[in-house]
């Protein structure tokens, strides 16, 4: 016997009242932009599937449902992503070198959820710049990324900052090939210090820095040990700078911690990485980061930096409508 009214497992209605409160962050959110300079675009749902997973890594392809363009013959994907479809936009559909100001919010489907009890279906809302490579552009994102999660009523946060140069420029001051790097970055992320020992090319001094790197988390404090620890060379020298200068930045506002193993998106990212943590939430309820080669897959790279939270997510925080 079928039964008509099922839904796939993690997908859901949002029913009264939850639908009217999340409306009322999605209509708050995108006049918050606004106000701040952003312009909305709406990307489509589904687009070929080339350009939803250009320069994303495996991890996007393994997130999007597949199906094939009755039109052209031509495969298609239902979005898991909106922030490469705004890259898409800023190279092509608003191609002008000044700074662009960003925003956007829809639904977007994922093959399988990404977190315990998650929707398959999350709302993404998020903003981002481009054309902005200073270290100005990133400060400006997180300041309205706490901005926003304030309007949706978590007033205070912990904020998380990383920078996955500090990564980078170790695996290019060991000159290893992109497999080895990749199992690095598997066993770093999941701060695996046993796995780590065990891989190919994890030797020397390099290697002593890559597991130092895997317990540099905590406050302000972690950036000193850091400069004392890792190699002085160009590419870890600036990352260090840019996180000092955050830390300046965000002194004494709000609860800071850095973490300088944090690789999410390390496919894509560039530079700066962050995210935000409250209370009764497991995970990052917002995440944000500098991604400047996003739109090399479109032809036209520019700086960007920008961030995105799932209000979905964020529904037993949200007032009333």
């Given at each position: 016997?079928?039964?008509?009214?099922l839904?796939?497992?993690?997908?859901?209605?949002?029913?009264?009242?939850?639908?009217?409160?999340?409306?009322?962050?999605?209509?708050?959110?995108?006049?918050?932009?606004?106000?701040?300079?952003?312009?909305?675009?709406?990307?489509?749902?589904?687009?070929?599937?080339?350009?939803?997973?250009?320069?994303?890594?495996?991890?996007?392809?393994?997130?999007?449902?597949?199906?094939?363009?009755?039109?052209?013959?031509?495969?298609?994907?239902?979005?898991?992503?909106?922030?490469?479809?705004?890259?898409?936009?800023?190279?092509?559909?608003?191609?002008?070198?000044?700074?662009?100001?960003?925003?956007?919010?829809?639904?977007?489907?994922?093959?399988?959820?990404?977190?315990?009890?998650?929707?398959?279906?999350?709302?993404?809302?998020?903003?981002?710049?481009?054309?902005?490579?200073?270290?100005?552009?990133?400060?400006?994102?997180?300041?309205?990324m706490?901005?926003?999660?304030?309007c949706?009523?978590?007033?205070?946060?912990?904020?998380?900052?990383?920078?996955?140069?500090?990564?980078?420029?170790?695996?290019?001051?060991?000159?290893?090939?992109?497999?080895?790097?990749?199992?690095?970055f598997?066993?770093?992320?999941?701060?695996?210090?046993?796995a780590?020992?065990?891989?190919?090319?994890?030797?020397?001094?390099?290697?002593?820095?890559?597991?130092?790197?895997?317990?540099?988390?905590?406050?302000?404090?972690?950036?000193?040990?850091?400069?004392?620890?890792?190699?002085?060379?160009?590419?870890?020298?600036?990352?260090l700078?840019?996180?000092?200068?955050?830390?300046?930045?965000?002194a004494?506002?709000?609860?800071?911690?850095?973490d300088?193993?944090?690789l999410?998106?390390?496919?894509?990212?560039?530079?700066?990485?962050?995210?935000?943590?409250?209370?009764?939430?497991?995970?990052?309820?917002?995440?944000?980061?500098?991604?400047?080669?996003?739109g090399?897959?479109?032809?036209?790279?520019?700086?960007?930096t920008?961030?995105?939270?799932?209000?979905?997510?964020?529904?037993?925080?949200?007032?009333?409508?």
């Amino acid at each position: 016997m079928t039964y008509r009214w099922l839904l796939p497992e993690f997908i859901e209605d949002i029913l009264p009242p939850d639908a009217w409160r999340l409306e009322w962050a999605r209509r708050n959110l995108l006049d918050l932009f606004r106000a701040k300079g952003f312009q909305l675009v709406m990307p489509p749902l589904l687009e070929y599937i080339e350009s939803l997973q250009a320069g994303t890594g495996h991890d996007m392809e393994l997130l999007t449902f597949r199906l094939v363009d009755q039109l052209s013959g031509r495969q298609l994907g239902l979005r898991a992503d909106i922030t490469l479809q705004v890259a898409r936009i800023d190279a092509h559909g608003m191609s002008h070198t000044g700074i662009n100001r960003l925003c956007y919010a829809g639904s977007i489907m994922h093959t399988r959820p990404e977190g315990l009890n998650q929707s398959r279906e999350p709302f993404q809302i998020g903003a981002e710049i481009y054309g902005l490579a200073s270290l100005e552009g990133d400060i400006e994102i997180q300041e309205l990324m706490l901005e926003a999660l304030r309007c949706t009523g978590l007033p205070q946060v912990t904020l998380d900052v990383g920078h996955v140069g500090l990564f980078r420029g170790l695996s290019r001051l060991a000159g290893v090939d992109a497999k080895t790097e990749a199992d690095w970055f598997a066993a770093l992320q999941n701060k695996d210090v046993p796995a780590l020992d065990a891989l190919a090319g994890v030797s020397g001094r390099v290697g002593t820095t890559l597991r130092q790197l895997a317990d540099l988390n905590g406050d302000q404090a972690v950036l000193a040990r850091a400069r004392r620890l890792l190699p002085d060379v160009p590419e870890i020298r600036e990352a260090l700078h840019q996180l000092e200068q955050v830390a300046r930045h965000f002194a004494d506002r709000l609860p800071l911690t850095f973490d300088l193993a944090e690789l999410r998106g390390y496919h894509y990212h560039s530079g700066l990485v962050f995210a935000a943590y409250a209370s009764g939430y497991p995970d990052a309820v917002a995440r944000g980061g500098r991604y400047d080669d996003i739109g090399r897959a479109f032809g036209r790279a520019r700086p960007a930096t920008g961030f995105s939270l799932d209000l979905r997510e964020l529904l037993p925080s949200l007032p009333p409508g």
